[in-house]
């Protein structure tokens, strides 16, 4: 059974930094890659970031947080990173933890990010 469980969520001021962490089991964690996506109050969800399985962990963003996120993943943890800095109010969104096995998604519950001053 795969299961995906996002922590690190929280309030934070403009300018300001959080890490996401996503925590996956019930799977083979290293031949997948893994992708974070958000969803903002009344807007459809989003792909934020992405990283490919290794080798090469090839990753991709989001043309609005390019420069300002970094995707990562311990392979040895089952664990996949999204660092996220210099905030604004327009990232405010639940963020969510995802994988896709045999043509079907896997999605955690989603952890809250309020940007706001």
């Known amino acids: 059974q795969v299961l995906l469980v996002e922590s690190g969520g929280g309030l934070v001021q403009p300018g300001g930094s959080l890490r996401l962490s996503c925590a996956a089991s019930g799977f083979t964690f290293s031949i997948y890659g893994m992708t974070w996506y958000r969803q903002a109050p009344g807007k459809e969800r989003e792909l934020v970031a992405s990283i490919s399985a290794a080798p090469g962990r090839i990753t991709n963003y989001a043309d609005s947080v390019k420069g300002r996120f970094t995707i990562s993943r311990d392979n040895g943890k089952k664990m996949v990173y999204l660092q996220m800095n210099s905030l604004k109010p327009e990232d405010t969104a639940v963020y969510y933890c995802?994988?896709?096995?045999?043509?079907?998604?896997?999605w955690g519950r989603g952890t809250q990010v309020t940007v706001s001053s």
């Open positions: 995802s994988v896709l096995i045999n043509s079907l998604r896997n």
